[in-house]
């Protein structure tokens, strides 16, 4: 791509009989080869140093993998040696065998010795008599079989420890067990315990590793290995003798073609032999690991350097031939741009007016809305608020009725003169509820809470007694003053009275209790034995109510709640222990509020 590109450089030149030195020089030319010259230097430069470094990352690497490896087939041995070691000992002393033992019965013993076979994790445990016959084994094979002279057998027997045994079978393989004799109640022997443990699993694991692995008794013998041949040799003997199969056989043929300096601490063979002590009579674990894979990492990540560099140099000249049409369609793209930003602009004024139009006939709306809403809310008050004194001249009209069929005019006089108060609180009330919607605080005076009390229950008695309900009343003899609105204050304990009896509609035992206490607070608390409170948290919500249509709007407690903030206490709802509801009015007490005052 680079030779048409010079060679279009050097063609433009002047037609109509210019010089040689009428023609433009081509220094893009040379700065195109000078930035080709100094991507190759620098590609050699980091493949080079790529390499010193990666090599020497990737055999680190190499290295620290196999001594972890290292550690963790040591620890490995060791641990499922100690488990198996304490099997013998814990089997010994299990009554299920001591008792099958002394009885002479061995039915149920071999069942019993394979229940712990997936616990423990052994290869096989058998129980031998004192004369080496086999009376119980997990491998159904072995029973009756004699081993009075193998080595495990003679050995626990004349012990009362665990005694280990490595013993050699024919398959070239190492049989490691650990035996205890099993004694009776009085000492006397009764059998001889083994438990073989599986080191055969390990070879298994380590086969689907790289390295070579073999593990050495104290004499030296190769017990445990990747390969077959090398069990029952000595190490160095077995190396030297036999030919390097699998992964051996890979490491050395990549001995010549990458090798690490002896100074970095690495053999030149490119093979690299570990050992470490494995804590259990002498053992030796010996490892082979090869860096094989190194050079074929190494050389990938070269690739990958080389084809960077390659793309470089691709995208260069690709950029170099097109800088001049990309300009051209930049400026297109540009100029079309602004012209669709114009015409954005163009269509958002055109929206702005639109809404600004929208705003001013949605405020229009919002304005007749919040007029209508307190219109609402001003008649569904007014309604619930005289719907008590209503119901309380309906009750003394019927008496006053009675009164007067029964030639008793002085006592229906008193009732008509308590209408007539009724009269005069609806005419305040009507007056109050005009100012439910703005904060309190202008006809707050002091009042007595036990006056409030008296005259909510007064206004409130014909229907206590007409609903047959215990009233008790612990109200103190000293006056309980606080700063309220006195009128608004008695609508909270009628409303509060009167949610009360209707909490207790069809209860027979109706009971309504009054307490007036002062202590940091004044608190009036009214309880009911109705049947309580199903949703506490949503009762002062405006509109929430429990009663049937037509019985209330659910504004009652909204409009308390609001009344009691505004003097600056909290109304409070909770379900009582012995059952019913209980409704706290907490005010500041008169002197507190004095003193924050000033």
Do not use: C
Request: aromatic share 6%; no cysteine.
């Amino acid at each position: 791509m680079l030779l048409p590109y010079l060679i279009r450089r050097r063609d433009a030149v002047p037609t109509d009989g210019g010089t040689a030195s009428d023609r433009p020089r081509p220094r893009l030319s040379w700065m195109v080869r000078f930035t080709i010259v100094g991507m190759i230097l620098a590609a050699g430069v980091a493949i080079w140093v790529a390499n010193a470094l990666l090599t020497e990352r990737f055999v680190q690497t190499t290295r620290l993998r196999a001594e972890l490896r290292q550690s963790l087939y040591a620890g490995a041995i060791l641990s499922e040696l100690q488990r198996n070691s304490v099997v013998p000992l814990l089997l010994s002393r299990d009554p299920t065998i001591i008792e099958g033992l002394n009885a002479g019965d061995f039915s149920a013993l071999s069942e019993h010795l394979v229940s712990y076979i997936d616990e423990i994790g052994a290869a096989s445990i058998r129980l031998m008599n004192m004369d080496g016959l086999t009376v119980a084994a997990t491998d159904d094979e072995e029973l009756d079989r004699l081993y009075a002279d193998r080595p495990f057998f003679t050995e626990a027997a004349a012990s009362t420890d665990t005694v280990f045994t490595l013993t050699p079978r024919r398959s070239g393989a190492y049989e490691a067990s650990f035996s205890r004799i099993v004694q009776g109640a009085d000492g006397e022997p009764l059998a001889v315990l083994q438990v073989q443990v599986n080191l055969s699993q390990f070879e298994t694991r380590w086969r689907g590793t790289t390295a070579a692995v073999a593990v050495t008794d104290a004499a030296g013998t190769v017990i445990l290995s990747t390969e077959p041949r090398w069990r029952g040799m000595p190490l160095e003997e077995a190396i030297a003798a036999t030919s390097v199969p699998s992964a051996l056989q890979r490491a050395l043929a990549t001995t010549r073609a990458f090798g690490q300096p002896a100074e970095d601490g690495y053999d030149s063979s490119a093979l690299i032999q570990m050992e470490t002590r494995v804590p259990f009579r002498g053992w030796r674990l010996v490892s082979f690991t090869s860096y094989e894979n190194v050079r074929e990492r190494v050389n990938g990540v070269l690739a990958l350097i080389i084809m960077g560099f390659a793309l470089l140099l691709a995208l260069g000249f690709y950029l170099l031939n097109r800088r001049a049409t990309l300009r051209s369609i930049l400026f297109q793209r540009e100029s079309l741009q602004l012209r669709q930003l114009n015409d954005r602009l163009r269509r958002e004024v055109a929206e702005r007016k639109r809404v600004q139009e929208e705003l001013k006939e949605t405020e229009l709306s919002l304005a007749q809305s919040s007029k209508l809403a307190a219109l609402g809310e001003m008649s569904a008050a007014v309604s619930h608020e005289l719907n008590q004194p209503l119901a309380a001249m309906k009750t003394y009209l019927a008496g006053a009725r009675l009164l007067l069929q029964r030639r008793r005019a002085d006592e229906a006089l008193s009732s008509f003169q308590r209408i007539d108060d009724l009269i005069d609180r609806m005419g305040a009330i009507t007056r109050q509820l005009k100012s439910y919607a703005r904060k309190g605080g202008d006809a707050f005076e002091p009042v007595d809470m036990r006056d409030v009390v008296s005259s909510a229950l007064t206004l409130m008695e014909p229907q206590l007694r007409h609903d047959k309900v215990r009233l008790s009343q612990i109200v103190p003899d000293g006056p309980i003053m606080v700063k309220a609105d006195r009128l608004r204050l008695e609508q909270v304990v009628i409303n509060l009275v009167r949610n009360a009896l209707d909490a207790m509609s069809g209860v027979d035992d109706r009971e309504l209790d009054i307490l007036l206490s002062e202590g940091d607070e004044v608190v009036l608390a009214v309880r009911d034995t109705g049947h309580g409170l199903q949703d506490p948290e949503k009762l002062f919500e405006p509109f929430y109510t429990t009663k049937k249509p037509g019985e209330g709007v659910g504004l009652g407690l909204a409009i308390s709640s609001g009344i009691v903030n505004d003097m600056g206490g909290r109304l409070t709802a909770r379900n009582a222990m012995k059952g019913g509801a209980v409704f706290e009015v907490r005010l500041p007490v008169m002197e507190k509020v004095l003193d924050a005052a000033e």
